[in-house]
């Protein structure tokens, strides 16, 4: 499985919104199914940006999380990447098709990017 950053995206975008104190398992996105999706959140989890476990159920193979909130990290990561101009731009420069980059990479060009807009050096 490839990384989707627009889902990546999509995931953070949606666990923001959810009221504080709650936890949720059901997650759709259109255009995507369900084991990509837990995949992702998985990918979110481990990387320390969303709070949850992720769940197997291995005798049925299926996959699913049960997530609480974004972390620290996954705030500061989202707010980097919620400018749509900015995220296309690093679409396009960033994670480019056949590019190689690393998450870190991303946020750091991100974060970058966001200084310059607003006229950090």
């Known amino acids: ?16 919104k959810m009221p504080a104190g709650t936890q949720r398992e059901d997650f759709t996105f259109p255009g995507y199914d369900v084991a990509t999706i837990y995949q992702h959140i ?3 989890i481990e990387a320390g940006l969303v709070k949850g476990e992720y769940l197997i159920e291995c005798g049925l193979g299926h996959a699913g999380a049960l997530v609480s909130d974004l ?6 990561f989202l707010n ?4 749509d101009n900015l995220w296309n731009k690093a679409k396009e420069h960033v994670i480019k098709p056949g590019a190689s980059f690393t998450f ?18």
């Open 1 to 16: 499985m490839k990384r989707d950053f627009d889902l990546i995206r999509s995931i953070l975008i949606d666990i923001e």
């Open 71 to 76: 972390t620290w990290n996954g705030h500061d």
């Open 80 to 83: 980097a990447m919620k400018d």
């Open 42 to 44: 998985g990918l979110l």
């Open 104 to 121: 870190d990479l991303l946020l750091e060009w991100l974060k970058a990017k966001a200084k310059e807009k607003i006229g950090l050096p």
